[in-house]
């Protein structure tokens, strides 16, 4: 460990020196700290993105995805673009991904809101909130299926309290797939944000709580004009953060639907998979992962601008 | 009085619904894995006699390997990911140059490579390698995927560190490698909880790269198992249930016992890194 005293010294000694802002004296580490995970990252990150391109020009089937494959220039995306599952299943990220950022932010500030005090009760409900969270989503995925089906725990429920007339098929009839899916997918991103907006609520200065009150501002008006604006920033990372994990997520709609019945509720990315691993075309598999690719850059570019120029207003 | 600090009837209703929203499914997940087979019919219903069968069924099929398994995924994993990550997001946090912009847009695109799309090629550049089949093929594409999301985590933690410590250090003659292993990992346990914690959690459940790239289901993790039997015979819930359980209790554990570290490491990392 390090001394308080050579810490002094090294103080005393930036001070007189003077130094460049930023400009570090002390030793730079050097390119071999980053090195093997950047090779890492080329040989089984960037590598397997190139082959996914090939693969989406080519003609690929189960018998020679190990062997050379033929060019088949845009053949894959023609096909693709033109099927009518294709459409369907952008329609379904889009109605899937405004669910999760719609049910996630609200959900999430509710109850970051509703338990801002550091109450045991409240401890406790954020605990056992993050701990759904956290578990694995084959295991929070599994429960909601047994919860969900047809002759499952809500619906007997419901019947036998003689709420429901009939089970309600939340995994087989028309929207409810995807509602299900999308709402399953929320639930689990909910405490991430809730804990996102505890922490962001704690920043708030009280004295601008006590400025208000003095104002006569009751408890809406003090949420409005001055918690709300203060969660701007978070707001806006999270809104992005949900909507990666809308694209990425597939865990649920494996477990709980397989995408079915039909695609009534694939996703994209989902879409990309069965195509690739249940139907073994991976050419056209990969030329859906392509698309989903580009759609996940153009994120990606999103999130960077939105971030930087939030920081540059924040220190403005 | 400060409004916030003052629970009104809204906010005392939103929490009750939290707990039920929340604690149901949890609720029912061990309750059902505590019927027997022939009870688990009454899905709804509490009334039962309970029984460990469900258990017993999963230990025949084979759980303790499967977890055993999961286990070596998840340590492997972590470990790789940390020995890999831990340096590269200190040069990042500590150098200035162009090229560390660039390689933190290509982390934030890696980082958001859907799993569905990157298990094609994957499949491909593992299988002509011979690393399917084994589970050393999943750990490599496990950490490849998480590697990019437990370096932009782990950024901010170094950029914390004072500088002065380790100039001070340096100034008594320790290497750059010395000072990092004695300076500033000590000093960023929090952020090194945090991600290895939840690189653990997320290989731990991992399944897709499992189910595909393992050929023989006797050799996969528990994830994998469950993935496979709710996804094709759906009807055993009760050892479902029990199978769950036993996979999410070592997730339960860890959270407990990192709570206090992950509290402060998720909410500098999340929000502001």
């Known amino acids: ?316 | 009085m400060r409004a916030a600090d003052r629970r009104g009837l809204g906010s005392g209703l939103v929490a009750i619904v939290l707990l039920v929203v929340y604690g149901a499914p949890a609720f029912w997940l061990i309750v059902t894995s505590l019927k027997g087979d022939h009870q688990v019919i009454d899905a709804g219903t509490l009334i039962f006699t309970p029984s460990l069968s469900a258990y017993a069924a999963a230990f025949d099929e084979g759980v303790v390997r499967a977890m055993w398994t999961s286990t070596q995924i998840a340590v492997s994993t972590t470990v790789l990911v940390l020995v890999l990550g831990l340096p590269a997001a200190y040069w990042l946090a500590r150098t200035r140059s162009r090229v560390v912009s660039a390689i933190l847009f290509a982390l934030i695109v890696l980082q958001m490579v859907p799993q569905t799309s990157a298990v094609i090629p994957l499949f491909k550049v593992l299988g002509s390698w011979s690393l399917t089949g084994h589970v050393s093929g999943v750990v490599l594409a496990i950490s490849a995927i998480v590697l990019p999301f437990a370096i932009l985590l782990m950024r901010p933690f170094f950029a914390a560190v004072p500088l002065e410590l380790e100039e001070a250090a340096s100034v008594d003659g320790a290497s750059a490698f010395v000072v990092f292993t004695r300076v500033v990992l000590p000093l960023v346990k929090n952020g090194i909880v945090t991600v290895g914690v939840l690189v653990f959690v997320i290989s731990w459940g991992e399944f897709i790269y499992a189910i595909n790239f393992l050929f023989d289901s006797s050799t996969y993790p528990v994830s994998a198992v469950i993935a496979r039997q709710v996804s094709f015979f759906s009807s055993n819930w009760s050892v479902l249930m029990a199978l769950s359980v036993l996979t999410a209790i070592p997730i339960v554990v860890i959270f407990v016992a990192a709570q206090r570290r992950l509290a402060e490491g998720l909410s500098l990392g999340a929000v502001k890194g």
Request: hydrophobic share 50%; with cysteine.
């Open chain 1, 1 to 316: 460990m390090v001394s308080e005293a050579s810490v002094d010294a090294a103080r005393a000694r930036s001070r007189g020196v003077g130094r460049r802002r930023g400009a570090s004296r002390g030793p730079r580490p050097s390119w071999w700290f980053v090195a093997p995970a950047l090779a890492f990252l080329a040989v089984l990150g960037v590598y397997p993105l190139y082959e996914l391109v090939r693969m989406s020009v080519s003609d690929v089937s189960a018998a020679t995805l190990l062997s050379s494959w033929p060019f088949a220039g845009f053949d894959n995306f023609e096909d693709v673009i033109a099927s009518p599952d294709f459409r369907a299943t952008c329609v379904h990220t889009a109605e899937f991904a405004a669910i999760v950022i719609g049910v996630g932010l609200a959900g999430g500030l509710g109850a970051a809101v509703a338990l801002r005090r550091r109450s045991r009760g409240d401890n406790f409900t954020i605990a056992l909130m993050t701990l759904m969270w956290a578990l694995p989503p084959i295991v929070s995925g599994t429960i909601w299926k047994f919860l969900l089906t047809g002759d499952g725990v809500i619906n007997q429920i419901g019947v036998s309290l003689g709420l429901l007339s009939e089970p309600i098929q939340f995994l087989q009839d028309g929207q409810l797939p995807l509602l299900a899916v999308s709402f399953v997918a929320a639930w689990v991103a909910v405490p991430f944000v809730a804990i996102s907006y505890r922490a962001a609520l704690l920043d708030v200065p009280e004295e601008l709580y006590d400025a208000a009150a003095l104002d006569g501002a009751g408890f809406t008006k003090q949420f409005r004009y001055v918690t709300l604006p203060h969660l701007r920033r978070t707001t806006l990372v999270v809104a992005i953060l949900l909507l990666i994990y809308s694209i990425r997520s597939f865990d649920f709609i494996f477990v709980l639907t397989n995408g079915g019945p039909g695609t009534a509720s694939t996703t994209v990315p989902f879409l990309g998979y069965q195509l690739a691993f249940q139907n073994f075309a991976y050419d056209r598999g990969a030329a859906v992962a392509v698309l989903a690719m580009g759609l996940v850059l153009i994120i990606a570019i999103a999130y960077i601008s939105a971030v930087r120029r939030e920081d540059r207003d924040a220190r403005r």
